[in-house]
């Protein structure tokens, strides 16, 4: 029998926002902050934040701080303690042994060199595994089509086997995968519900193949459209994306608030402004698109005084 507080915590969804500290938060990564929020908290759920500090090499000293600083000036409370990836390596070794009794990962000791032109890696491996080999372990992926129903992409469908191989979950120079490590703390923190943006899509199939290799539930997913600069890249990418600042908030949400399809509110402070548009926060009117161009998201470089 499924008790009360089941019930109970079965029925309010669980979000999150789960940046890389790579960099400062600019509108691209704002604009998934914000949708997963309001999605989350328009049905009294909560939302949680999470640091994905998984690869020191690629992250930029003080830019997780700055990233949670922005959050805070600009409203988007989260709920319980910050999570950081670096801290939960344990939970991540635990889900590798897990597959590693169910003989599902296996140890790959192929090089880059090994791998140029080979196309997807399935096994066998190119280079024989030897004990004490610098080794990445790999999920082995099965044949056939892994869908799923993408609330606002519609259906999605990847051959894991051929369009994506064998999945490393950890490294040769030992750290977690992302893949790895966002199946297993979605799972933990009962995350009902993604919310994030489409450049994401194509690494859901295999997420969901673990998922189901882990025996975890699957959450819902919503990939918000990727915010594109006026030369069409992806803002994560573009020299034109400045990073938000926080003296501007209340203008930046009430941009995202029109990019996301809402009805732009005239609260003065970003608080006020953000419960007034959880209020009034309509799913429905999300933009069904993979991409959004728009004027207003790229501030160009000032030109140089002549
Ligand atoms: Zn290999």
């Not at 191989?165 to 933990?188: I, P, S």
């Not at 882990?214 to 819902?220: A, G, I, K, Y």
Request: net charge negative; glycine share 6%.
């Amino acid at each position: 029998m499924v008790g009360a507080d089941e019930i109970k915590a079965e029925s309010r969804p669980v979000g999150r926002f789960a940046p890389s500290p790579t960099g400062l938060l600019h509108r691209g990564s704002l604009y998934a902050a914000v949708g997963s929020f309001l999605h989350a908290r328009y049905r009294g759920g909560r939302w949680s934040l999470r640091i994905e500090d998984l690869d020191p090499p690629r992250e930029q000293p003080g830019s997780a701080q700055t990233i949670i600083d922005t959050l805070a000036a600009f409203g988007l409370d989260w709920d319980g303690e910050i999570i950081w990836q670096s801290r939960r390596h344990s939970l991540y070794a635990d889900a590798i042994e897990q597959l590693r009794a169910d003989q599902r990962v296996f140890c790959c000791a192929c090089s880059r060199r090994d791998l140029a032109g080979v196309g997807v890696h399935r096994e066998p491996c190119r280079r024989p595994y030897e004990v004490g080999l610098e080794h990445a372990i790999r999920l082995r992926v099965a044949d056939g089509f892994v869908a799923l129903d993408d609330a606002l992409q519609g259906r999605y469908e990847q051959d894991l086997a051929i369009e994506v191989g064998d999945v490393v979950l950890q490294r040769r120079d030992g750290y977690y995968a992302y893949q790895l490590a966002v199946v297993v703390d979605d799972a933990e923190l009962q995350v009902s519900e993604v919310v994030r943006g489409a450049d994401l899509l194509n690494s859901t199939p295999r997420q969901i193949f673990l998922q189901r290799q882990l025996d975890l539930t699957t959450p819902s997913y919503l990939h918000l459209p990727v915010l594109l600069d006026a030369d069409g890249n992806k803002l994560s990418k573009s020299r034109y994306a400045p990073a938000i600042e926080p003296a501007q908030a209340c203008r930046e949400l009430r941009l995202m608030l029109r990019l996301l399809g809402q009805d732009v509110v005239s609260a003065a402070t970003p608080s006020a402004l953000l419960a007034e548009a959880v209020a009034g926060f309509d799913p429905n009117a999300l933009p069904r698109v993979a991409q959004i161009a728009d004027d207003e998201v790229v501030v160009r470089e000032p030109s140089k005084a002549q």
